[in-house]
C-alpha cells in the first residue's frame, strides 16, 4: 500500500492539486501557480506548521480579476490582479517588479503574466516511489510557455521542481525569472525567528521607491549589513526585522542558496538549491 497520491481538491475557493508521500504534502493553484502549502502530515508526529504565507484577506482566481469590480478590495490593476490570487511561493515571470503606466494599461500587472494566469494541469503521475505533476502556462505578451514538474519521492521531505521556458517567437527574448518565497506566521514570528543566507554583507537597496511614499529605507543606496539607510537619514538595523526593498550580494561560487528560517522554539528551518 503507497502513500503516494496526486489528486484535484478545492483550498478555499481555488482550483488545486495536492500531492503527498505520506511524510509531507504541497499544494499547488492553478490560479498563477502558486504554491500555497508545504508541511509534514500530521500522521507523522511531526509540528504539521505550514511555513508559506497565506493571506490574512479573502482571495479569488487572480485571471478573474478585473478592475472595475476588484480595485475597491485589492487595488489597482498595477497590484490588485496579483494580490487577489496571492499566496506562498509564486513565480515572476517574464519580469520581476511592476510594469509601466502603459503596459498596465494593456492589462499587465505586478511581477509578470505567470502569477496571474490560468495554468493548465498537463499530467500526473504516482509510481511506486513518486508521485509527479505537470504544469504548464502560456505567456501571450511575452510570447513564453512555462513548463513545470513537481515530485514528491517516497521517505523524503523535499519537493522537486523542474522548470522550462520555451520562447514560441523567432526573436531573443530577455526576461527575469523570479523564484518568490514568502513565508509568514505562525512559522515565522518576529519575537523568535531569523533569516540568515549565504551572501556578501555587501547589499543595495531598491532603486525605486515602494509603494509611493511609505518605504523604510532610502532608494538606490549602497550599504553594509546590517546596518541600512533609512528613508530618514537614519540607519537602521536589518538584522532582526522584516527586510524592506533590499538585495544582497550573492557569492560568485556558490552552487546554492540557502534560507533558513529557524523557528527557534520547534527547531525547524526550510531552506532551498538550486540546480542548473
Same mark, same amino acid.
Given at each position: ?8 481538491? !478545492? ?12 511524510? #509531507? ?29 497565506? =493571506?490574512?484577506?479573502? !482571495? ?26 496571492? *499566496? ?20 499587465? /500587472?505586478?511581477?509578470?503574466?505567470? =502569477?496571474?494566469?490560468?495554468?493548465? #494541469?498537463?499530467?500526473?503521475? #504516482? ?9 504548464? *502556462? ?32 523567432? *526573436? ?8 518568490? *518565497? ?10 523568535? /525567528? ?10 543595495? !537597496? ?8 511609505? /518605504? ?61
Amino acid at each position: 500500500m503507497t502513500d503516494l497520491f496526486c489528486r484535484k481538491m !478545492t483550498w478555499q475557493g481555488h482550483e488545486a492539486r495536492l500531492l503527498g508521500n505520506g511524510l #509531507v504534502r504541497l499544494l499547488t493553484l492553478t490560479g498563477g501557480g502558486h504554491i500555497a502549502e508545504f508541511r509534514f502530515e500530521r500522521s507523522t508526529g511531526l509540528p504539521a506548521l505550514n511555513p508559506l504565507w497565506v =493571506p490574512p484577506w479573502r !482571495t479569488i482566481e487572480p485571471y478573474r480579476y478585473r478592475e472595475k469590480t476588484h480595485a475597491r478590495k485589492y487595488g489597482s490593476a498595477l497590484e490588485g490582479k496579483l494580490l487577489s490570487g496571492l *499566496v506562498g511561493h509564486n513565480i515572476c515571470l517574464d519580469y520581476f517588479g511592476a510594469p509601466s503606466p502603459e503596459e498596465v494599461k494593456q492589462g499587465l /500587472s505586478q511581477h509578470g503574466e505567470a =502569477p496571474n494566469a490560468r495554468w493548465r #494541469v498537463t499530467g500526473s503521475q #504516482v509510481r511506486s516511489r513518486r508521485a509527479g505533476l505537470a504544469l504548464s *502556462v502560456d505567456l501571450p505578451v511575452a510570447g513564453l510557455t512555462l513548463t513545470r514538474q513537481i515530485s514528491l519521492c517516497t521517505g523524503e521531505s523535499v519537493a522537486y521542481f523542474e522548470e522550462t521556458i520555451t520562447n514560441q517567437r523567432k *526573436v531573443d527574448h530577455i526576461f527575469h525569472w523570479t523564484q518568490h *518565497v514568502t513565508l509568514g506566521p505562525p512559522f515565522l514570528a518576529y519575537a523568535n /525567528s531569523k533569516i540568515a543566507m549565504s551572501a556578501s554583507p555587501r547589499g543595495r !537597496t531598491f532603486p525605486a521607491e515602494y509603494e509611493e511614499g511609505k /518605504s523604510l529605507l532610502r532608494a538606490g543606496r549602497d550599504f553594509r549589513w546590517p546596518l541600512a539607510p533609512g528613508a530618514d537619514g537614519k540607519r537602521l538595523c536589518e538584522e532582526r526585522r522584516w527586510f524592506h526593498s533590499g538585495a544582497q550580494l550573492a557569492p560568485a561560487a556558490a552552487d546554492r542558496i540557502l534560507l533558513p528560517a529557524p523557528r527557534f522554539p520547534l527547531g525547524r528551518r526550510l531552506g532551498g538549491k538550486p540546480r542548473a
